[in-house]
């Protein structure tokens, strides 16, 4: 089992930046791969990133493509979310969510963090 805890939301102008933190506990952190997830108001939840266990294999949703990196460091259990050039449609709360099997159809989520996004 592990526990994950996100950091890092906030307010922010469009076009500016913000990198997302995920924390997470117990010592199997390396054995799952990892993505953000987002969802805004009357939205379905959707992918935005994913990561490997290694960190040698990423995937993008065609919306962030080229604008958000997602990376990790296994010797600090955590995942990262560089978001870059953000726009309002970018608003969402954001989840970071762990998967031993990477189909995400059941992961461990952690609680979210708020980012907005002002034009």
């Known amino acids: 089992q592990v526990q994950l805890v996100e950091s890092g939301g906030g307010l922010v102008q469009a076009g500016g930046s913000l990198r997302l933190s995920c924390a997470a506990s117990?010592?199997?952190?390396?054995?799952?791969?990892m993505a953000w997830f987002r969802q805004a108001p009357g939205k379905e939840r959707e992918i935005v990133a994913a990561?490997?266990?290694?960190?040698?294999?990423?995937n993008y949703a065609d919306s962030v493509k080229g604008r958000f990196t997602i990376s990790r460091d296994n010797a600090k259990n955590t995942v990262y979310l560089q978001m870059n050039s953000l726009k309002p449609e970018d608003t969402a709360v954001y989840y970071c969510?762990?998967?031993?099997?990477?189909?995400?159809?059941?992961?461990?989520w952690g609680q979210g963090t708020q980012v907005t996004v002002s034009s």
């Open positions: 990561i490997n266990w290694s960190g040698d294999s990423t």
């Open positions: 117990g010592r199997t952190f390396s054995s799952y791969a």
């Open positions: 969510a762990a998967d031993l099997d990477s189909d995400y159809e059941t992961p461990y």
